[in-house]
């Protein structure tokens, strides 16, 4: 899989290159309308995995909100050698941060994670890739167990015609890196037959000037005999 992704996995690489090995103090991220899912996320939680973790701030606001193990996933070696050291920082919380893809995730026991944090990944792979993971993340949580996808905004026509946005193929677009370009219904569509979406939220960056979509959503709980 990672050879699909090369392109994806050096344009990271030279970005977490530039980041400082600095960490969150309090854990409020700066966007209101993250905090509240990230205050969802976290309710009641213990064991928190990040797929596409990056170098691992989300999981580290995670853990600023009483989380205790925390579990970071990214192709990216830069960004995992970040997130490494970063760990060292923090006061709080247990990290463990792979490099690696949905491959990381076969050997996992089922039933063994609290909650998953997808943001902006699952659109930034090919379908199918996609796909497996959310099979395995549905494997891997808990009932009841929760996830986070916070997915780009949909890109119309006019607007790849501005950016100068090819298409790979149907809604797979070759953005500078890779973008499977959904509606929102399509989202929900895709995620509907593993999980149950509880929220949806429009969430706005206002320093790039850009919505992104939110989905806050369970795996079903188990139905008791009789049921």
Known sequence: MRQKYENCKEQWNAIFKKEAVTVPQVKETGNKTFDVALDWLCEDTERVLDFGCGSGSVLFYCALRGTKKHIGIDMSEEGIGLA????????????????????????????????????????????????????????????????????????????????????????????????????????????????IIEQYKDIYYKEYDMHNRMFLARKEEEQGEGR
């Open 84 to 195: 490494m050291k970063r760990k060292e920082l923090m006061k709080c919380g247990e990290y463990l941060f792979l490099d690696g893809s949905t491959d990381r995730l076969k050997g996992w026991h089922d039933e063994s994670i609290d909650a998953v944090v997808l943001s902006n990944v699952i659109d930034n792979m090919y379908p199918e890739d996609a796909k497996e993971l959310l099979k395995e993340i549905k494997r891997i949580l808990h009932p009841g167990g929760k996830v986070l996808v916070k997915v780009n905004p949909y890109l119309g026509k006019k607007q790849q015609q501005e950016w100068n946005i090819t298409t790979i193929e149907g809604n797979l677009l070759d953005d500078g890196m890779l973008l499977w370009n959904n509606t929102t219904e399509e989202w929900r569509r895709l995620l509907h037959p593993y999980f």
